[in-house]
C-alpha cells in the first residue's frame, strides 16, 4: 500500500508529565494530531469536505519520550483501505529515531448530515492506496 510520510508533531509543555516525559495521553493526542494532518495532506487537499471518524485505535508504547523532545515524528502508512474505511499503520519517532509509540488505527468516511459512515468514493480510494 502507500509509502509512509513523517510528520512533524510539536510536543506542547503542558504534554510532560510529573517524571518529565510525555504523558500516555498526550501521546495519543499527538498521534491524532498527525494522523488528521497526514490525512489532509493525503486525501483531504484533493477532495472536499473530507471527514472522518477513528473507529479503532491500539496503541503500544515502547519507550519514554522525555523533556526536551519538543518534536515528535509521525509516521503514517496505510495496511488496508475498504469500503468505508483505512487501516494506517502509525509510528511516532524522536528527531534521533527512537521509537516512542507503535499503533494502528481503523478510521471510517464520515458523512456530517447523517451522523454516519458513507462508502469510500473510488477517488479516496486511490488517493489512500498512493499514500
Not at 490525512?39 to 487537499?45: A, C, T
Not at 523533556?67 to 468505508?84: I, N, P, Q, R
Request: glycine share 10%; charged share 25%; proline share 2%.
Amino acid at each position: 500500500m502507500g509509502s509512509s510520510q513523517l510528520i512533524e508533531i510539536p510536543v506542547r509543555w503542558t504534554d510532560v508529565d510529573a517524571y518529565r516525559h510525555v504523558s500516555h495521553m498526550a501521546l495519543v493526542g499527538l498521534l491524532d494530531d498527525g494522523r488528521g494532518r497526514w490525512l489532509e495532506r493525503v486525501v483531504g487537499l484533493q477532495t472536499s469536505n473530507w471527514d472522518y471518524v477513528v473507529a479503532r485505535l491500539e496503541v503500544d508504547f515502547r519507550a519514554p519520550a522525555a523533556l526536551g523532545e519538543w518534536t515528535l515524528f509521525g509516521s503514517f502508512a496505510v495496511e488496508h483501505v475498504g469500503s468505508s474505511s483505512v487501516r494506517l499503520r502509525e509510528r511516532l519517532l524522536t528527531a534521533s529515531g527512537v521509537v516512542v509509540v507503535d499503533a494502528v488505527s481503523v478510521v471510517v468516511a464520515w458523512d456530517r448530515e447523517r451522523s454516519a459512515g458513507r462508502p469510500l468514493a473510488g477517488v479516496e480510494k486511490s488517493l489512500l492506496v498512493a499514500g
